[in-house]
T-cell receptor, first 113, second 112 residues
Framework: DSGVTQTPKHLITATGQRVTLRCSPR?????VYWYQQSLDQGLQFLIQ???????AKGNILERFSAQQFPDLHSELNLSSLELGDSALYFC????????????FGAGTRLSVL | EDQVTQSPEALRLQEGESSSLNCSYT??????LFWYRQDPGKGPEFLFT???AGEEKEKERLKATLTKKESFLHITAPKPEDSATYLC?????????????FGTGTRLQVTL
Protein backbone atom coordinates (compact mmCIF):
# COMPACT_ATOMS: atom_id res chain seq x y z
CA ASP A 1 0.00 0.00 0.00
CA SER A 2 1.58 3.29 -1.17
CA GLY A 3 -0.45 5.43 1.24
CA VAL A 4 -2.00 7.43 -1.61
CA THR A 5 -5.78 7.01 -1.80
CA GLN A 6 -7.83 7.61 -4.92
CA THR A 7 -11.60 7.54 -5.26
CA PRO A 8 -13.60 6.30 -7.00
CA LYS A 9 -11.88 3.21 -8.41
CA HIS A 10 -14.16 3.10 -11.42
CA LEU A 11 -16.29 5.73 -13.11
CA ILE A 12 -18.62 5.19 -16.04
CA THR A 13 -20.24 8.21 -17.61
CA ALA A 14 -21.52 9.60 -20.89
CA THR A 15 -20.03 12.03 -23.37
CA GLY A 16 -20.55 15.67 -22.44
CA GLN A 17 -20.69 14.97 -18.71
CA ARG A 18 -18.45 16.24 -15.91
CA VAL A 19 -16.71 14.13 -13.26
CA THR A 20 -14.48 14.72 -10.25
CA LEU A 21 -11.63 12.44 -9.22
CA ARG A 22 -10.29 12.66 -5.70
CA CYS A 23 -6.84 12.01 -4.27
CA SER A 24 -5.53 11.93 -0.71
CA PRO A 25 -1.74 12.06 -0.59
CA ARG A 26 0.52 10.21 1.80
CA UNK A 27 0.65 11.71 5.26
CA UNK A 28 3.02 14.68 5.24
CA UNK A 29 3.48 14.88 1.46
CA UNK A 30 2.98 18.40 0.13
CA UNK A 31 3.19 17.68 -3.61
CA VAL A 32 0.44 16.05 -5.62
CA TYR A 33 0.73 15.03 -9.27
CA TRP A 34 -1.89 13.86 -11.74
CA TYR A 35 -1.09 11.51 -14.62
CA GLN A 36 -3.19 10.02 -17.39
CA GLN A 37 -2.49 6.52 -18.69
CA SER A 38 -4.04 5.43 -21.95
CA LEU A 39 -3.30 2.28 -23.92
CA ASP A 40 -1.47 4.00 -26.74
CA GLN A 41 0.41 6.74 -24.90
CA GLY A 42 1.59 5.42 -21.56
CA LEU A 43 1.72 7.63 -18.49
CA GLN A 44 1.42 11.34 -19.30
CA PHE A 45 1.94 14.12 -16.76
CA LEU A 46 -1.05 16.42 -16.39
CA ILE A 47 -0.46 18.81 -13.50
CA GLN A 48 1.38 19.28 -10.19
CA UNK A 49 0.34 21.08 -7.02
CA UNK A 50 2.55 21.94 -4.10
CA UNK A 51 1.01 22.96 -0.78
CA UNK A 52 -2.11 24.29 -2.44
CA UNK A 53 -0.49 26.09 -5.35
CA UNK A 54 -0.18 25.01 -8.95
CA UNK A 55 3.47 24.20 -9.62
CA ALA A 56 3.57 22.86 -13.19
CA LYS A 57 1.31 21.95 -16.08
CA GLY A 58 1.83 19.25 -18.65
CA ASN A 59 -0.38 18.39 -21.61
CA ILE A 60 -3.58 19.03 -19.71
CA LEU A 61 -6.64 19.92 -21.76
CA GLU A 62 -8.51 23.15 -21.07
CA ARG A 63 -11.56 21.01 -20.23
CA PHE A 64 -9.60 19.60 -17.30
CA SER A 65 -8.80 21.44 -14.10
CA ALA A 66 -7.45 20.56 -10.68
CA GLN A 67 -7.02 22.02 -7.25
CA GLN A 68 -5.36 21.16 -3.95
CA PHE A 69 -7.19 21.98 -0.76
CA PRO A 70 -5.82 23.18 2.61
CA ASP A 71 -5.92 19.61 3.95
CA LEU A 72 -3.70 18.72 0.93
CA HIS A 73 -6.17 16.43 -0.80
CA SER A 74 -6.58 17.14 -4.49
CA GLU A 75 -9.36 16.90 -7.02
CA LEU A 76 -9.16 16.57 -10.79
CA ASN A 77 -12.21 17.86 -12.63
CA LEU A 78 -12.91 16.63 -16.14
CA SER A 79 -15.69 18.33 -18.10
CA SER A 80 -17.35 18.03 -21.52
CA LEU A 81 -16.09 14.48 -21.60
CA GLU A 82 -15.24 12.81 -24.88
CA LEU A 83 -14.75 9.15 -25.77
CA GLY A 84 -10.99 9.77 -25.96
CA ASP A 85 -10.88 10.78 -22.30
CA SER A 86 -11.39 7.17 -21.30
CA ALA A 87 -8.22 6.20 -19.46
CA LEU A 88 -6.68 5.43 -16.10
CA TYR A 89 -6.03 8.54 -14.04
CA PHE A 90 -3.33 8.30 -11.39
CA CYS A 91 -2.46 10.56 -8.55
CA UNK A 92 0.99 10.54 -7.00
CA UNK A 93 2.47 12.36 -4.04
CA UNK A 94 5.96 13.19 -2.87
CA UNK A 95 7.59 14.75 0.12
CA UNK A 96 9.37 18.07 0.01
CA UNK A 97 13.14 18.18 0.12
CA UNK A 98 15.81 16.19 -1.65
CA UNK A 99 13.93 12.92 -2.20
CA UNK A 100 11.78 13.32 -5.28
CA UNK A 101 10.27 9.82 -5.26
CA UNK A 102 6.64 9.86 -6.31
CA UNK A 103 4.30 7.28 -4.80
CA PHE A 104 1.25 6.40 -6.85
CA GLY A 105 -2.29 5.61 -5.92
CA ALA A 106 -4.26 2.71 -7.39
CA GLY A 107 -5.89 4.95 -9.97
CA THR A 108 -9.38 5.77 -11.20
CA ARG A 109 -10.53 4.01 -14.34
CA LEU A 110 -12.74 6.38 -16.34
CA SER A 111 -14.96 4.98 -19.07
CA VAL A 112 -16.79 7.49 -21.26
CA LEU A 113 -19.59 5.88 -23.27
CA GLU B 1 12.02 17.81 -24.57
CA ASP B 2 12.78 14.88 -22.28
CA GLN B 3 12.36 11.46 -23.90
CA VAL B 4 12.42 7.88 -22.63
CA THR B 5 12.49 4.79 -24.83
CA GLN B 6 12.17 1.30 -23.39
CA SER B 7 13.00 -1.98 -25.06
CA PRO B 8 11.89 -4.60 -25.66
CA GLU B 9 8.15 -3.82 -25.58
CA ALA B 10 7.45 -7.33 -24.35
CA LEU B 11 9.63 -10.12 -23.00
CA ARG B 12 8.75 -13.69 -22.21
CA LEU B 13 11.15 -15.64 -19.99
CA GLN B 14 11.14 -19.04 -18.45
CA GLU B 15 11.56 -19.24 -14.70
CA GLY B 16 15.26 -18.92 -13.88
CA GLU B 17 16.17 -17.39 -17.27
CA SER B 18 17.99 -14.12 -16.54
CA SER B 19 17.70 -11.09 -18.83
CA SER B 20 17.90 -7.29 -18.99
CA LEU B 21 15.46 -4.51 -19.81
CA ASN B 22 16.74 -1.34 -21.44
CA CYS B 23 15.78 2.30 -20.87
CA SER B 24 17.36 4.92 -23.13
CA TYR B 25 16.83 8.55 -22.23
CA THR B 26 17.52 12.11 -23.29
CA UNK B 27 17.10 14.83 -20.71
CA UNK B 28 18.45 18.34 -20.30
CA UNK B 29 19.88 17.60 -16.88
CA UNK B 30 19.16 14.36 -15.05
CA UNK B 31 17.89 14.79 -11.52
CA UNK B 32 16.93 11.15 -11.20
CA LEU B 33 16.00 8.03 -13.15
CA PHE B 34 13.23 5.91 -11.68
CA TRP B 35 12.12 2.32 -12.15
CA TYR B 36 8.58 1.30 -11.30
CA ARG B 37 6.71 -1.97 -11.50
CA GLN B 38 3.06 -1.94 -12.57
CA ASP B 39 0.66 -4.86 -12.27
CA PRO B 40 -2.50 -4.90 -14.41
CA GLY B 41 -5.14 -2.46 -13.14
CA LYS B 42 -2.88 -1.11 -10.39
CA GLY B 43 -0.73 1.94 -9.83
CA PRO B 44 3.02 2.00 -10.46
CA GLU B 45 5.03 0.66 -7.53
CA PHE B 46 8.37 2.35 -6.86
CA LEU B 47 11.46 0.16 -7.21
CA PHE B 48 14.62 2.25 -7.56
CA THR B 49 16.02 5.74 -8.03
CA UNK B 50 19.40 6.28 -9.69
CA UNK B 51 21.05 9.68 -9.67
CA UNK B 52 24.41 9.47 -11.41
CA ALA B 53 26.26 7.40 -14.00
CA GLY B 54 27.87 4.34 -12.52
CA GLU B 55 25.34 3.98 -9.75
CA GLU B 56 23.79 0.55 -9.11
CA LYS B 57 20.96 -0.56 -6.83
CA GLU B 58 19.67 -4.02 -6.00
CA LYS B 59 16.49 -5.46 -4.57
CA GLU B 60 15.97 -9.21 -4.43
CA ARG B 61 16.27 -10.48 -8.03
CA LEU B 62 16.42 -6.99 -9.55
CA LYS B 63 19.45 -4.81 -10.16
CA ALA B 64 19.33 -1.39 -11.80
CA THR B 65 22.32 0.33 -13.39
CA LEU B 66 22.80 3.76 -14.94
CA THR B 67 25.02 5.27 -17.62
CA LYS B 68 24.89 8.75 -19.14
CA LYS B 69 22.53 7.58 -21.87
CA GLU B 70 20.68 4.53 -20.58
CA SER B 71 19.66 2.39 -17.68
CA PHE B 72 19.33 -1.36 -17.43
CA LEU B 73 17.11 -3.42 -15.18
CA HIS B 74 18.71 -6.82 -14.77
CA ILE B 75 16.48 -9.66 -13.64
CA THR B 76 18.32 -12.66 -12.23
CA ALA B 77 16.62 -16.05 -12.04
CA PRO B 78 13.12 -14.57 -12.38
CA LYS B 79 10.03 -16.17 -10.88
CA PRO B 80 6.43 -16.04 -12.18
CA GLU B 81 5.60 -13.39 -9.55
CA ASP B 82 8.04 -11.04 -11.31
CA SER B 83 5.59 -10.87 -14.23
CA ALA B 84 4.52 -7.23 -14.61
CA THR B 85 5.12 -4.14 -16.70
CA TYR B 86 8.34 -2.35 -15.78
CA LEU B 87 8.33 1.41 -16.30
CA CYS B 88 11.30 3.72 -16.54
CA UNK B 89 10.97 7.47 -15.93
CA UNK B 90 13.28 10.48 -15.78
CA UNK B 91 13.10 13.64 -13.76
CA UNK B 92 14.99 16.71 -14.93
CA UNK B 93 16.59 19.54 -13.04
CA UNK B 94 15.36 23.05 -13.56
CA UNK B 95 12.21 25.03 -13.02
CA UNK B 96 9.74 24.31 -10.28
CA UNK B 97 8.33 21.09 -11.66
CA UNK B 98 9.20 17.61 -10.47
CA UNK B 99 7.25 15.83 -13.17
CA UNK B 100 8.25 12.37 -14.36
CA UNK B 101 8.57 11.57 -18.05
CA PHE B 102 7.78 7.89 -18.57
CA GLY B 103 8.62 5.34 -21.21
CA THR B 104 5.89 3.04 -22.46
CA GLY B 105 7.22 0.11 -20.46
CA THR B 106 8.36 -3.47 -20.94
CA ARG B 107 5.75 -6.16 -20.35
CA LEU B 108 7.51 -9.09 -18.71
CA GLN B 109 5.98 -12.54 -18.53
CA VAL B 110 7.76 -15.28 -16.60
CA THR B 111 6.51 -18.81 -17.16
CA LEU B 112 7.17 -22.04 -15.31
Amino acid sequence: DSGVTQTPKHLITATGQRVTLRCSPRSGDLSVYWYQQSLDQGLQFLIQYYNGEERAKGNILERFSAQQFPDLHSELNLSSLELGDSALYFCASSAAGTSPVQYFGAGTRLSVL
Amino acid sequence: EDQVTQSPEALRLQEGESSSLNCSYTVSGLRGLFWYRQDPGKGPEFLFTLYSAGEEKEKERLKATLTKKESFLHITAPKPEDSATYLCAVQAFGGTASKLTFGTGTRLQVTL
